[in-house]
């Protein structure tokens, strides 16, 4: 059986495309993709010959059987993995199995709002979210870094004539009087903005504080503080090209030795290279029939803005709304 999986290896194409490892009921057993399949499978293969996998034996050791879709894109390949994994829920895959793992930034509904971290079942009841975050560590960060630059309220309860957080000078107390509310919900709506766009101002505060920190000899700190930078910067980026995504029409160009062209309405697959593709079918399913939510709408932005990022320059971008088309430079 192992010798007859081996030959078929031996014949598989060597192109961009998706994998898939089957046992011995045709279950799929994991779901992989390559910008040569041959050459990945024969990974697999000398893994097998072996003895030894570079995943968890006890799950690869059942493969009887190997079979591939060639896509001839690598941006294809990866949505096409992204929606297979998430189809089949294969034992040897541990990422992108589940949606939730995004978590965002939130304002609560009170008199006087507070940032609040969410995740992604949370977000469709909360009209104002920024995000999303891949990593809810880094969610946290940014949201204390917020915090500390606005001195908005972190208390679960408003207490008036202020609390320990204003005496310490890390909360503005709007709790003390009406007026100090006012000035509250004021710094309330910069702080959102300051999520919502790229802000000057919250730049330099950053800066100032690597300044700071740098010259008090305390590096680990000023370290923080510059990957906090960056985050926000690619936090502002991403969003911006989450929100296109979702509401306008993305064409892709990818350059090298699969050139193709992708459009993208409302993060629906609408064709490739000037050919409809939307209502086509993968194994049986609408390859679309997932872009119905938020959150798979999000998985699939993530992906390609993904892709795009790790190959700065090769690729041309631009999105397309309704009423015309109007060029973005991707950051």
């Not at 192109?15 to 993709?33: A, C, F, H, M, N």
């Not at 995000?131 to 679960?156: K, W």
């Not at 932005?301 to 999105?319: H, K």
Request: hydrophobic share 35%.
């Amino acid at each position: 059986m192992r010798t007859n999986l081996l030959a078929k290896i031996k014949r598989s194409p060597q192109t961009p495309g998706v994998y898939l490892l089957k046992d011995r009921e045709g279950g799929i057993l994991y779901v992989g993709k390559s910008i040569n399949i041959r050459k990945r499978l024969q990974q697999h293969g000398a893994a097998w010959r072996a003895g030894w996998m570079d995943r968890d034996h006890r799950r690869i050791r059942p493969v009887v059987d190997v079979a591939w879709q060639e896509t001839h894109s690598e941006l294809y390949a990866l949505l096409l993995e992204d929606y297979l994994i998430k189809k089949h829920w294969p034992i040897g895959n541990v990422r992108q199995k589940d949606y939730l793992e995004y978590a965002y930034l939130a304002l609560s509904a009170e008199p006087l709002p507070r940032f609040v971290l969410i995740d992604a079942r949370q977000r469709a009841e909360n009209s104002c979210s920024f995000g999303p975050f891949r990593d809810r560590y880094h969610a946290q960060d940014m949201l204390e870094l917020v915090q500390e630059r606005f001195r908005l309220r972190t208390c679960p309860a408003i207490r008036e004539g202020g609390c320990l957080q204003w005496e310490i000078h890390r909360c503005s107390g709007p709790c003390r009087t009406t007026e100090a509310g006012e000035r509250y919900r004021r710094t309330v709506v910069r702080a959102a903005e300051s999520l919502s766009s790229l802000d000057p101002f919250f730049l330099r505060f950053i800066e100032n504080r690597i300044k700071v920190l740098a010259q008090q000899k305390e590096f680990e700190k000023a370290a923080h503080y510059h990957a906090l930078l960056l985050r926000y910067q690619g936090l502002i980026n991403r969003g911006k090209f989450f929100a296109m995504f979702r509401k306008h029409g993305l064409f892709i160009q990818e350059s090298g030795r699969w050139p193709n062209t992708f459009l993208f309405l409302e993060g629906r697959l609408v064709q490739r290279n000037g050919e409809r593709v939307d209502g086509m079918l993968v194994e049986g399913a609408d390859f679309n029939e997932t872009c119905t939510s938020e959150r798979t709408l999000v998985d699939r932005a993530d992906v390609i803005y993904r892709w795009l990022r790790s190959r700065p320059g090769e690729n041309a971008m631009a999105f397309i709304d309704r009423l015309g088309c109007r060029d973005a430079s991707y950051p």
